[in-house]
Structure formats: C-alpha cells, structure tokens
C-alpha cells in the first residue's frame, strides 16, 4: 500500500512540475525571456525524473523536455542542447506504441529537431529522416484532431529545404501546394496566419528565383507585407518577417531598378538586425543579408560608404559562424562578391586574391549535386579572369574558361541565370 501512495505522489509531483514547465514555456514564446526558458527545463527535467520509468506520462515529459532543449538551441546555437533534444525524444517514442494518439506529435516533434540539425550541420541523413517523420506524422493524425495543417506546414517546410539543396522542383511544388493548402484553412486573425504567409512568400520566392515567374514573386511580396504588418511591434518573430520581406523587396529591385525597393529592403534588414542581438545564431545571416542589400545600391549609386559596409558586415557574419556551419560557405561566397566590387573601384590586387581564395573555398565546400555549384563555378571563372586581365596568367585564363564552361554544363536550360 505504501508503495502505492508513494508512486501516486510521485506522479502527482511530476505532473504539477510539468503543467509549470508549460505555462512557463507558454510565456517565454511571448516575452523570450531567458529566465523563463531556463525554468521550463528545469521543471521539465524534474518531471521527467520524478516520473517512474514505466508510467505513461514520461514519454510526456520527455518530449517536453526535447522541445525546451530545442528552443533554447535556437536561442544560443548550443548543439548539446539540440542533441539532447533529439535524444529525449526519441526515448519518448521508445516509450509510446504504435497507434497511440500521441504517436504522430512525437513524429512531429522529432521531424523538427532534426530538420534544426540539418540547418546546423549539412547532414542529408537528418533531413531525410525529418521528411520521413513528418510524413508519418500526417498520416498519424486522428480523426478530430485540429493540428493536420501544422504538420503539413512543417513538411512543406523540410520539402523546401530539400530543394534548396537539391534543386528538385517537385518538392518546391509539393511545399507550395502544403503552404496554400495550410493557409486557406487558417481563418482571418489567427495567431500562426503570419508564419504560414511567411513561409509561402519563402517557397514562392524560391519558384520565381528558379522560373522567372512574376506572378510568384509578386505573391511571395504581398504575403511578406501581410504577414509584417499583422505581426505587432516587440512580437519575437517580427526581425523575421522584416528580413524576409527585405529579401523579396531586394530581389524585385534587381529585376526592376526601382530604389524605393532596395531603400525598402535595406530598412527591413537593418531594423531585423537591431532587433537581433549579439550571440544570436541569427544574426550572422542578418548582418550577411544587410551586407547583400547595401552592395546593391553601391552597385546603383556608387557609393563607397555602402560598400565598406557590406564588407564590414559580411566579414563579420564569416567571423561569427563556425567552420563546419553550412551557411559559412553562403557568407563567403557573399564576401567575395563584396570584395570583388572594391577591386573593381580601386585596383587593388589584395582584395582580388582574396575574393579568388573565398570562391575556391566555398566551391571546395559545395557538392558536385548542389543546385548552388553552378553559380560559384561561373563566380570563381569571372575572378580568375580578372586575375588574368591583371597578370596576363595563362593558367588563370585556362582555368576561368574551365569553370565557366562547367557551370553552363550544370545549369538546366530553362534557368533564369543561364542567358545572364
């Protein structure tokens, strides 16, 4: 009987520490104060111990636990915590049986981790595995649950990460088709309307880089703005909704010429990485695309403030991002470009070698499969020519033609880019 009671209370224990831990987490999404996360996991961590082994509401706890982890992961960029958070859930639904109604969130949850992991480190292996839970999850839903359009939301999403690696456009089309279909079920004034505009704007905007599409890229602006201005001032998501409506708006200037675009953009940049601070894993890509935006309109104006800026910044975003971090390569390959403009300006050779050093890089560090390799091949031909143009270097020639051949050879014959 002792016994009894004694897992009773421990049960009873583990449950209210985890309702806290919630409630907690709850608020933290609102006010993203540290303190706040640091105490979910606390309680999640004690609920998860204080719960016996064979008791149903661990696998609970645990993927509680894997979630805060998780957020904290993407607040500080720690990947111990993005592993623990793996792990905790993968016990959980170690934990849970086939068919149980809490299959398919687990699935869900698992899919997200991994896709984190993926953004972090390149690994095609988690990214497969993300798309395949997430898959699982929508076939798991259950009759009268209302979270099948998040779970097709998160799909579409790892859909497009795949097409950004692979450039496969019958997953951007599946992504769009999940985003719209999502959307069109989420009714007017809905707190999670804004994201999945957002995310649709994204994959609209990747159909118009890759077909030239207007009518895509003119939606993909519209929806950046609705879901900019439905999003209240402080909200913790707004910095992203101003970059990506920054990206568009710079990306409709480049096929336009219109300054109040870039102008547009560059504030949008700027206020996302105000509102971005310091350590943020974040903030790189923010000072990289700021850099982007700012080399544009020196393009147009001449400026040279702008362009020691976006130097300035991108160098600082290559300097913030570890080696082994995929979107290193997206910064360098930034910088370079930067940095060739200089010597464009003012003739000196330094910056050249450098800008010639970080193509060669970035093209080591892209595989031969990327859809991206086409473009760092024809960037690192046109800073060799410029190389050659200076030396005269028969072997600098060589090479140009070499690799600006290779990316004609990679680019599909429909591609935007292939007549530029």
Do not use: F
């Amino acid at each position: 009987m002792g016994a009894r009671i004694t897992r009773l209370l421990e049960v009873a224990r583990a449950n209210e520490l985890g309702r806290l831990g919630n409630h907690l987490m709850n608020r933290y999404k609102q006010t993203r104060n540290l303190e706040d996360l640091e105490a979910a996991i606390n309680n999640a961590e004690e609920a998860v111990n204080a719960t016996p082994e064979d008791h149903s509401d661990r696998a609970i706890w645990l993927c509680n636990l894997g979630n805060y982890l998780s957020s904290r992961y993407e607040r500080t960029g720690n990947l111990e915590d993005l592993a623990a958070a793996i792990n905790h859930t993968e016990r959980a639904m170690e934990a849970t049986p086939e068919g149980h109604p809490d299959r398919g969130i687990q699935l869900y949850t698992l899919g997200g981790h991994l896709s984190s992991r993926y953004e972090r480190t390149g690994n095609l292996e988690d990214l497969e595995a993300a798309i395949s839970h997430a898959e699982a999850a929508v076939k798991a839903k259950l009759k009268g649950r209302p979270d099948l359009e998040e779970r097709l939301s998160n799909l579409g999403s790892y859909l497009h990460q795949r097409y950004e690696r692979t450039g496969n456009l019958e997953d951007l089309g599946t992504a769009i088709n999940h985003a719209e279909t999502v959307l069109k079920a989420s009714p007017e004034g809905h707190l999670y309307r804004a994201t999945l505009l957002n995310n649709l704007s994204g994959y609209l905007s990747s159909r118009y880089e890759r077909t030239g599409n207007l009518e895509d890229q003119e939606t993909a602006i519209t929806h950046a703005e609705t879901a900019l201005r439905t999003t209240p001032e402080g909200h913790p998501d707004r910095a992203i909704w101003l970059c990506k409506l920054g990206n568009t708006l710079s990306s409709r200037y480049e096929r336009t010429g219109n300054l109040e675009d870039l102008g547009a953009a560059i504030a949008h940049a700027e206020a996302a990485l105000k509102a971005t601070p310091e350590g943020h894993p974040y903030r790189a890509g923010r000072l990289s695309n700021l850099g982007g935006h700012l080399s544009n309109r020196y393009e147009r104006t001449g400026n040279m403030e702008d362009l020691e800026a976006a130097i300035s910044h991108a160098e600082t975003a290559v300097n913030a991002t570890p080696e082994d971090h995929p979107n290193r390569t997206i910064w360098l390959n930034n910088l370079g470009g930067h940095l060739i403009s200089r010597y464009e300006r003012s003739g000196n050779l330094e910056d050249l070698e450098a800008a010639i050093i970080h193509a060669e890089t970035v093209l080591n560090a892209t595989p031969e499969d990327h859809p991206d390799r086409a473009i760092r091949l024809n960037n690192l031909g046109g800073y060799l020519s410029s190389r050659y143009e200076r030396t005269g270097s028969s072997e600098d020639l060589e090479a140009a033609i070499t690799h600006t051949e290779s990316a004609l050879k990679a680019t599909p014959k429909d591609h935007p880019y292939r007549t530029v």
